[in-house]
């Protein structure tokens, strides 16, 4: 069955960096589209980057510039790097393929941007 593993979350300061991963398994990573989302308390879970099996990639405009997807196909993995993070930034990160999000999602990685 599908399964998500996302890691690399914490507690950082404002202006700091954190890599996120997401390792998958259970359908066909190199061919499927993959993104980041997060989801912030009492707030709706929100699509945050897109990269697809091709190679090209979307952010949503508030973390460009900040934020750079990645994905290693031999380790069907995908990597979130965020720089200059923002208290805004703090949320529970996800992954899924996007579009068309699997139901199953993993249990995502808890960041949080204070100081």
């Known amino acids: 069955q599908v399964q998500l593993v996302e890691s690399g979350g914490g507690l950082v300061q404002p202006g700091g960096s954190l890599r996120l991963s997401c390792t998958a398994s259970?359908?066909?990573?190199?061919?499927?589209?993959m993104g980041w989302f997060r989801q912030a308390p009492g707030k709706q879970r929100d699509l945050v980057a897109t990269?697809?099996?091709?190679?090209?990639?979307n952010y949503v405009d508030s973390v460009k510039g900040r934020f750079t997807i990645s994905r290693d196909n031999a380790e069907r993995t995908v990597y979130l790097q965020m720089n200059s993070l923002k208290p805004e930034d703090t949320a529970v990160y996800y992954c899924?393929?996007?579009?068309?999000?699997?139901?199953?999602w993993g249990q995502g990685t808890q960041v949080t941007v204070s100081s």
């Open positions: 899924n393929r996007q579009p068309a999000p699997f139901s199953s």
């Open positions: 259970g359908f066909n990573f190199i061919y499927s589209h």
């Open positions: 990269i697809f099996s091709g190679g090209r990639i």
